[in-house]
Protein backbone atom coordinates (compact mmCIF):
# COMPACT_ATOMS: atom_id res chain seq x y z
CA UNK A 1 0.00 0.00 0.00
CA UNK A 2 2.62 2.02 1.08
CA UNK A 3 4.68 1.56 -2.72
CA UNK A 4 0.76 2.59 -4.28
CA UNK A 5 0.89 5.56 -2.58
CA UNK A 6 4.29 6.53 -3.05
CA UNK A 7 3.57 5.94 -6.92
CA UNK A 8 0.56 8.17 -7.15
CA UNK A 9 1.88 11.15 -5.51
CA UNK A 10 5.18 10.99 -8.02
CA UNK A 11 2.70 10.04 -11.21
CA UNK A 12 0.18 13.44 -9.53
CA UNK A 13 3.77 15.42 -9.51
CA UNK A 14 4.76 14.72 -13.04
CA UNK A 15 1.30 15.40 -14.18
CA UNK A 16 1.81 18.94 -12.15
CA UNK A 17 5.22 19.92 -13.81
CA UNK A 18 3.87 18.45 -17.23
CA UNK A 19 0.92 21.08 -17.09
CA UNK A 20 3.23 24.01 -15.92
CA UNK A 21 5.52 23.15 -18.80
CA UNK A 22 2.69 23.52 -20.96
CA UNK A 23 1.22 26.92 -19.69
CA UNK A 24 5.12 28.18 -20.07
CA UNK A 25 5.46 27.37 -23.12
CA UNK A 26 2.15 28.95 -24.01
CA UNK A 27 3.17 32.11 -22.32
CA UNK A 28 6.24 32.59 -25.04
CA UNK A 29 4.21 31.13 -27.98
CA UNK A 30 1.53 33.90 -27.57
CA UNK A 31 2.48 37.22 -29.16
CA UNK A 32 6.01 36.05 -30.66
CA UNK A 33 7.56 34.59 -32.92
CA UNK A 34 8.38 30.85 -33.09
CA UNK A 35 10.93 29.21 -35.35
CA UNK A 36 11.96 25.83 -36.37
CA UNK A 37 15.41 24.74 -38.13
CA UNK A 38 14.87 23.88 -41.79
CA UNK A 39 16.39 19.91 -40.94
CA UNK A 40 13.36 19.60 -38.88
CA UNK A 41 11.46 19.04 -42.67
CA UNK A 42 9.99 15.85 -44.13
CA UNK A 43 10.63 14.72 -47.23
CA UNK A 44 7.51 12.98 -48.68
CA UNK A 45 9.00 11.62 -52.04
CA UNK A 46 12.12 10.95 -51.27
CA UNK A 47 12.33 8.41 -54.57
CA UNK A 48 12.05 12.04 -56.57
CA UNK A 49 16.04 13.21 -55.22
CA UNK A 50 19.23 13.08 -57.68
CA UNK A 51 20.90 12.42 -53.72
CA UNK A 52 19.48 10.91 -51.08
CA UNK A 53 22.97 10.06 -49.20
CA UNK A 54 22.46 13.54 -47.08
CA UNK A 55 19.84 15.86 -46.42
CA UNK A 56 19.59 16.54 -42.84
CA UNK A 57 22.61 18.73 -42.13
CA UNK A 58 23.60 21.22 -39.60
CA UNK A 59 22.56 24.07 -40.79
CA UNK A 60 19.47 23.19 -42.66
CA UNK A 61 17.53 20.76 -45.27
CA UNK A 62 19.44 20.60 -48.44
CA UNK A 63 18.33 18.35 -51.24
CA UNK A 64 18.61 17.87 -55.11
CA UNK A 65 15.67 17.03 -57.05
CA UNK A 66 15.79 14.97 -60.40
CA UNK A 67 14.96 16.89 -63.09
CA UNK A 68 11.22 17.43 -64.02
CA UNK A 69 10.02 15.74 -60.75
CA UNK A 70 8.16 17.54 -57.87
CA UNK A 71 8.29 17.13 -54.05
CA UNK A 72 6.70 18.25 -50.97
CA UNK A 73 8.64 19.32 -47.61
CA UNK A 74 6.23 19.48 -44.51
CA UNK A 75 7.30 21.43 -41.86
CA UNK A 76 5.19 21.32 -38.04
CA UNK A 77 5.35 24.44 -36.02
CA UNK A 78 5.08 24.63 -32.18
CA UNK A 79 1.86 25.52 -31.51
CA UNK A 80 -0.31 26.18 -28.12
CA UNK A 81 -3.94 25.58 -29.33
CA UNK A 82 -6.40 28.81 -29.29
CA UNK A 83 -3.43 31.06 -30.60
CA UNK A 84 -3.57 32.32 -33.92
CA UNK A 85 -1.32 33.44 -36.83
CA UNK A 86 -1.62 35.20 -40.06
CA UNK A 87 2.02 35.45 -41.26
CA UNK A 88 4.33 32.89 -41.99
CA UNK A 89 7.99 33.03 -43.30
CA UNK A 90 10.39 31.07 -45.21
CA UNK A 91 14.03 30.93 -45.51
CA UNK A 92 15.53 29.22 -48.51
CA UNK A 93 18.08 29.52 -51.44
CA UNK A 94 17.76 27.19 -54.50
CA UNK A 95 20.31 26.08 -56.53
CA UNK A 96 24.37 26.55 -56.29
CA UNK A 97 25.01 30.08 -55.05
CA UNK A 98 26.56 32.01 -57.91
CA UNK A 99 24.87 30.19 -60.26
CA UNK A 100 21.63 29.55 -62.20
CA UNK A 101 19.10 26.68 -60.88
CA UNK A 102 16.19 25.19 -62.63
CA UNK A 103 14.36 24.39 -59.05
CA UNK A 104 11.87 26.34 -57.66
CA UNK A 105 8.94 26.58 -54.84
CA UNK A 106 5.74 26.43 -56.35
CA UNK A 107 3.44 26.20 -53.56
CA UNK A 108 3.07 26.74 -49.80
CA UNK A 109 0.04 25.06 -48.22
CA UNK A 110 -0.51 25.30 -44.84
CA UNK A 111 -2.48 23.49 -42.23
CA UNK A 112 -4.36 23.18 -38.97
CA UNK A 113 -4.10 19.88 -38.17
CA UNK A 114 -5.67 18.30 -41.29
CA UNK A 115 -7.40 21.29 -42.41
CA UNK A 116 -5.80 23.29 -44.99
CA UNK A 117 -6.04 26.98 -44.00
CA UNK A 118 -4.71 28.66 -46.89
CA UNK A 119 -2.79 27.55 -49.99
CA UNK A 120 -0.86 29.55 -52.86
CA UNK A 121 -0.15 27.35 -56.15
CA UNK A 122 1.38 28.67 -59.39
CA UNK A 123 4.36 29.77 -57.33
CA UNK A 124 7.89 30.31 -59.08
CA UNK A 125 10.32 31.51 -56.29
CA UNK A 126 14.15 31.09 -57.16
CA UNK A 127 16.82 32.82 -55.71
CA UNK A 128 18.75 33.40 -52.67
CA UNK A 129 19.15 32.97 -49.68
CA UNK A 130 15.89 35.06 -49.34
CA UNK A 131 13.26 34.96 -47.64
CA UNK A 132 9.39 34.56 -47.84
CA UNK A 133 6.65 35.81 -46.56
CA UNK A 134 3.63 34.00 -46.39
CA UNK A 135 0.43 36.54 -45.46
CA UNK A 136 -2.76 34.09 -45.07
CA UNK A 137 -4.72 37.92 -45.35
CA UNK A 138 -6.17 37.60 -41.58
CA UNK A 139 -5.57 35.99 -38.45
CA UNK A 140 -6.68 32.16 -38.40
CA UNK A 141 -6.87 30.57 -34.89
CA UNK A 142 -5.04 27.79 -34.74
CA UNK A 143 -6.60 24.48 -32.66
CA UNK A 144 -4.79 21.02 -33.88
CA UNK A 145 -1.48 22.23 -34.67
CA UNK A 146 -0.01 24.33 -37.59
CA UNK A 147 1.83 22.44 -40.46
CA UNK A 148 3.33 23.97 -43.74
CA UNK A 149 3.79 22.73 -46.83
CA UNK A 150 6.07 23.63 -49.45
CA UNK A 151 5.68 22.35 -52.99
CA UNK A 152 9.25 22.66 -55.34
CA UNK A 153 9.67 21.38 -58.44
CA UNK A 154 12.62 21.18 -61.07
CA UNK A 155 12.70 21.85 -64.82
CA UNK A 156 14.61 19.48 -67.15
CA UNK A 157 17.88 22.26 -67.90
CA UNK A 158 21.30 21.15 -67.57
CA UNK A 159 21.57 22.74 -64.20
CA UNK A 160 20.99 22.85 -60.53
CA UNK A 161 17.87 21.32 -58.98
CA UNK A 162 19.24 21.84 -55.49
CA UNK A 163 17.01 23.04 -52.66
CA UNK A 164 18.09 24.65 -49.18
CA UNK A 165 15.62 25.67 -46.44
CA UNK A 166 17.04 27.29 -43.51
CA UNK A 167 13.87 27.85 -41.34
CA UNK A 168 10.60 28.51 -41.10
CA UNK A 169 9.21 30.96 -38.60
CA UNK A 170 5.14 31.85 -37.74
CA UNK A 171 4.41 34.53 -36.22
CA UNK A 172 1.82 34.20 -33.19
CA UNK A 173 -0.64 36.32 -31.35
Known amino acids: MKKRTQFIQIVTLAGVVMVVSLVAAGVSLAGGIVSVHGQSGHIELLNNLANTNQYYLGWGLDIDQKPGLYNWLHYSIPTMPGTKTRYLLVRYETGTPG?????????????????RIYQRNSLVLTGGPTNTIIDMGEYKIIERG???S????????????????YAVWAEWQ
Request: charged share 15%; proline share 0%.
Open 99 to 115: NSADSMITALHVFDGET
Open 146 to 148: LGL
Open 150 to 165: IGIGAGVEGMSHRMRI
